[in-house]
């Protein structure tokens, strides 16, 4: 073991992995980031102070052991920082990537102000995506099998994160998702430019081979149902999201030209995946000015996704200003750079166009008292209407909750919007009010993260685990 440079954070500076060149990032939809060199990733690592409370596990969703991983990469030893990463958290090169840190693990490093916070993101990406190349698997051989089968529905993060657990217990996971791909939205809705899609296919094979199943274009209560779940299983965890979406409410959202966001996302990725089954389904927006409404990160997927397609113009307009934007800081520059024009302060207030999209109607706002959730209300300033030229406009006001309507029927209870109720402090974490029923992710707490999805996933796991008394 080398001995710790504790001034390294003073030398050495935060630095970011490289950006590819900005041309080729605004054509491609490729990862915009370089990896790390072993030398860059190990400086990095090495600025960690090692506090003795470390306020960046206690801020990252699953409790990642940071400072220990960051010490291991300081030191080399990458395959021991992948056996450590993976003991907290199922998909930490996905996380690495998607996770806006500057709002949880980043966010709470002690040098965040001062020094830069340590790249606790980028490192956890190259751990895991390194341990990989040089071949390294998780381990399952002192795992003691159980005749013990658990239905998953949903193979989005928080359904991957139950069944990564369960199958580390011996108990076999089958996951079950109506989609051709495992890995819900991070296939179909972040695009590769934050996430390519060879990580997702990666995974797969290292879940598969650690003994989780997949049944896969299976649509739970069409193809299979919950009758037959319940019968042939031990338990059923559901992490099946939120699909409804959010509309603003005002005139023209019906006009030609006006999509909803995640459509077009995935249109997207089919084309750019060969996985397109029927070519009207592509929206295109080459040559067209674009107008995203919204302030999250599907509005940035939105933005950039449009810009890589070849739009003339890119204008996102959100109702409040850029310090209460709820997207990750890190993709609103990342957008800016790429071209997109913001326009903060901005409510739409119609979709205005002769059978098809001409403009948006929006009033300029002021930002009032704090809501509920601590965001300062946009409050519209009489006489401020403009219209912005549009010929597409993208909806990503968000997503609802979309029970099923066999829930009802499985005595599955939600909630008054519509979320399921499934809570960590009982008995069994995440359990429904049917016994023999988990739930956790976006269908639980609403529309959220990938990491919060991924730690539900893995409580539910650890409640079906108690349940069945293993
Ligand atoms: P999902 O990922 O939605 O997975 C649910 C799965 O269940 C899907 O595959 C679906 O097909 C399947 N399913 C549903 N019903 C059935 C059924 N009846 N039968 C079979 N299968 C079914 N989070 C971040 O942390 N960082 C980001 O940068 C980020 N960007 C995002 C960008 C976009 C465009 C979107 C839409 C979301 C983004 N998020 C991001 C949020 C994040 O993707 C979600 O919070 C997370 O994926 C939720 O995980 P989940 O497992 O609960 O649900
Ligand atoms: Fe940070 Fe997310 Fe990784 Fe936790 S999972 S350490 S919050 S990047």
Redesign the pocket.
Known sequence: NKAKNVFQFVEVGRKDPVKKDLHARTQQFVEIYQPYTQREVAGQADRCLECGNPYCEWKCPVHNYIPNWLKLVSEGNIIEAAELSHQTNSLPEVCGR???QDRLCEGACTLNDEFGAVTIGNVEKYITDTALALGWKPNLDNVQKTDRKVAI???????LACADVLVRNGVTPVV????PEIG???T???PEF?LEKSVMQKRRALFEEMGVEFCLN????RDVSMDDLLRDYDAVFM???TYKYMKGGFPGEDLAGVYD??PF?VSNVNRNMGWEKDADEFISVRGKRVVVLGGG??AM?CNRTSVRQGARSVTCAYRRDEENMPG?RREVTNAREEGVNFLFNRQPVAIVGDGKVEGVKVVTTELGEPDERGRRRPQPVPGSEEIIPADVVLVAFGFQASP?EWFVQHGIDTNEWGGVVAEEEQQYRFQTSNPKVFAG???VRG?????T?IWEGRQAAEGILDYLDL
């Open positions: 998607v996770c806006p529905i949903g193979a989005g993060p928080a359904g079950f998702d109506r989609y819900g939205l991070l179909f809705g972040i934050k299976t649509e739970i209560g992490g099946m999201g966001a995640l996302l990160d599907t997927d990750s099923a992710g976006d269908m529309s959220d993260l990938v990491v999805a």
